[in-house]
C-alpha cells in the first residue's frame, strides 16, 4: 500500500458519516452538485448509476483507473487501468456496508482532488445504497437452484449494457461457454441425482478457478458461460485452459462412484457490432467447433477486424 493510501484511510475514519460528507460538498457549488445528484437519482441501474458516476469523476480529475467491489452479491467493476498510486474509501450509510471503491494514477493526489473526490461520493452514496437493495433481489432471482450461480437470464440482463460500456470506454471482454461432454450419458448410466451432482460440482470448480471480476453463469442443462471483463481474446483462452485443467483434474464424486468428465469450450471477445444475442451466437458457433473436431477441447475463434481490444 502506498503512503496515500494509508492516509486515505485514515481520512475515510473521519469522514465516515453522511453528516461530514455532506459538509465537505458545501464547499462546491450547489447548482453543480444538485445536478450531479439528480443525474445520480435518475439511474436507477447499478451499472448506469456507477457509469454516470465515474463519468463525473473523470471530467472533475485525471484519473487513471476507477475500482469498485461489493462482496455479498459479487459485484465488481474495474474502469480503465489500476496504477501505483491509490487512494480508496470503504462506503456505508448507517452500518450497512456500500462495497468498497479505489481511485489510482501514475501520480499522487492532491488534497483539493482528495477533497472533490469525497464530495462526489457523497451524492453517490444514497444512489448506491437504493440500487444496492435492488441488485440484492433481482440477486435471488437471478440464481440457479441447483449450482447456486446466477442463471441465463442475468447475462441477458447485464451484457448489453456491457457492450455499450466497451464500446465506450474501450474496453474489451471476452466470453467462455463450456459444455460437459457426453452428459447424457452420465445421466442414462449413473442417473439424474448423480448427473445433479456433476453439474454441481463442475459449477463450483469454475466458480473456484474464476477471477474475483469474473462472472459464471448456469446457461441451461450441461452448459455454463463464463464473461471476463477487461479481457482480450488472448488472456481469455489462458483463463479457459486454467478452468479445464481444474475440472479435469480428478473425477467427480456421488455416492461410492467416481465420474470420469470431460468438456469443451468455446471463447470469443466481443466486437464492437454485438448485441447479447449476437454475441451468444457466436460463443455457440466456437463451441461447436470444439465439439465437431473431437470434443474435450477449446476452441477460440478468430477475431473479427472490430473485435475491442486493450489500448496499448
Same mark, same amino acid.
Given at each position: 500500500?502506498?503512503?496515500?493510501?494509508?492516509?486515505?484511510?485514515?481520512?475515510?475514519?473521519?469522514?465516515?458519516?453522511?453528516?461530514?460528507?455532506?459538509?465537505?460538498?458545501?464547499?462546491?457549488?450547489?447548482?453543480?452538485?444538485d445536478d450531479f445528484v439528480r443525474q445520480l437519482n435518475r439511474a436507477t441501474d447499478f451499472h448506469k448509476l456507477l457509469d454516470v458516476f465515474i463519468s463525473?469523476?473523470?471530467?472533475?480529475?485525471?484519473?487513471?483507473?476507477?475500482?469498485?467491489?461489493?462482496?455479498?452479491?459479487?459485484?465488481?467493476?474495474?474502469?480503465?487501468?489500476?496504477?501505483?498510486?491509490?487512494?480508496?474509501?470503504?462506503?456505508?450509510?448507517?452500518?450497512?456496508?456500500?462495497?468498497?471503491?479505489?481511485?489510482?494514477?501514475?501520480?499522487?493526489?492532491?488534497?483539493?482532488?482528495?477533497?472533490?473526490?469525497?464530495?462526489?461520493?457523497a451524492g453517490l452514496v444514497m444512489p448506491l445504497r437504493n440500487s444496492l437493495r435492488y441488485q440484492q433481489a433481482v440477486h435471488v432471482a437471478q440464481r440457479?437452484?441447483?449450482?447456486?450461480?446466477?442463471?441465463?437470464?442475468?447475462?441477458?440482463?447485464?451484457?448489453?449494457?456491457?457492450?455499450?460500456?466497451?464500446?465506450?470506454?474501450?474496453?474489451?471482454?471476452?466470453?467462455?461457454?463450456?459444455?460437459?461432454?457426453?452428459?447424457?450419458?452420465? &445421466?442414462?448410466? !449413473?442417473?439424474? #441425482? @448423480?448427473?445433479?451432482? +456433476? *453439474?454441481?460440482?463442475?459449477?463450483?470448480?469454475?466458480?473456484?478457478?474464476?477471477?474475483?471480476?469474473?462472472?459464471?453463469?448456469?446457461?441451461?442443462?450441461?452448459?455454463?458461460?463464463?464473461?471476463?471483463?477487461?479481457?482480450?481474446?488472448?488472456?481469455?483462452?489462458?483463463?479457459?485452459?486454467?478452468?479445464?485443467?481444474?475440472?479435469?483434474?480428478?473425477?467427480?464424486?456421488?455416492?461410492?462412484?467416481?465420474?470420469?468428465?470431460?468438456?469443451?469450450?468455446?471463447?470469443v471477445s466481443v466486437a464492437k457490432t454485438d448485441t447479447a444475442h449476437n454475441l451468444m451466437s457466436r460463443v455457440d458457433k466456437a463451441l461447436f467447433h470444439?465439439?465437431?473436431?473431437?470434443? &474435450?477441447?477449446? !476452441?477460440?475463434? #478468430? @477475431?473479427?477486424?472490430? +473485435? *475491442?481490444?486493450?489500448?496499448?
Amino acid at each position: 500500500m502506498s503512503e496515500q493510501s494509508a492516509k486515505t484511510e485514515s481520512r475515510l475514519q473521519q469522514r465516515n458519516s453522511s453528516a461530514s460528507l455532506h459538509a465537505v460538498a458545501d464547499t462546491q457549488s450547489q447548482t453543480n452538485i444538485d445536478d450531479f445528484v439528480r443525474q445520480l437519482n435518475r439511474a436507477t441501474d447499478f451499472h448506469k448509476l456507477l457509469d454516470v458516476f465515474i463519468s463525473n469523476v473523470r471530467k472533475s480529475l485525471p484519473c487513471d483507473g476507477i475500482e469498485y467491489e461489493e462482496s455479498s452479491i459479487k459485484l465488481y467493476l474495474l474502469d480503465g487501468d489500476l496504477m501505483q498510486q491509490s487512494c480508496h474509501y470503504n462506503l456505508s450509510y448507517e452500518g450497512q456496508d456500500l462495497g468498497r471503491i479505489r481511485f489510482t494514477r501514475d501520480d499522487e493526489f492532491r488534497e483539493d482532488e482528495l477533497v472533490m473526490l469525497e464530495t462526489l461520493l457523497a451524492g453517490l452514496v444514497m444512489p448506491l445504497r437504493n440500487s444496492l437493495r435492488y441488485q440484492q433481489a433481482v440477486h435471488v432471482a437471478q440464481r440457479d437452484e441447483l449450482t447456486g450461480l446466477r442463471n441465463g437470464n442475468y447475462y441477458y440482463d447485464n451484457v448489453d449494457l456491457e457492450i455499450e460500456r466497451s464500446n465506450r470506454y474501450h474496453i474489451p471482454f471476452s466470453l467462455v461457454k463450456i459444455d460437459i461432454d457426453n452428459f447424457k450419458t452420465i &445421466n442414462d448410466t !449413473h442417473g439424474r #441425482a @448423480a448427473g445433479d451432482a +456433476v *453439474l454441481k460440482q463442475v459449477a463450483h470448480r469454475i466458480e473456484k478457478q474464476a477471477r474475483s471480476c469474473d462472472i459464471v453463469f448456469r446457461k441451461g442443462g450441461d452448459e455454463f458461460l463464463v464473461f471476463l471483463p477487461n479481457t482480450d481474446g488472448e488472456v481469455a483462452l489462458q483463463v479457459a485452459e486454467r478452468i479445464k485443467r481444474n475440472v479435469l483434474s480428478r473425477p467427480c464424486d456421488y455416492e461410492h462412484e467416481h465420474i470420469k468428465i470431460e468438456f469443451s469450450a468455446g471463447v470469443v471477445s466481443v466486437a464492437k457490432t454485438d448485441t447479447a444475442h449476437n454475441l451468444m451466437s457466436r460463443v455457440d458457433k466456437a463451441l461447436f467447433h470444439a465439439k465437431i473436431l473431437g470434443k &474435450n477441447r477449446i !476452441h477460440t475463434e #478468430a @477475431a473479427p477486424e472490430n +473485435v *475491442l481490444r486493450e489500448w496499448m
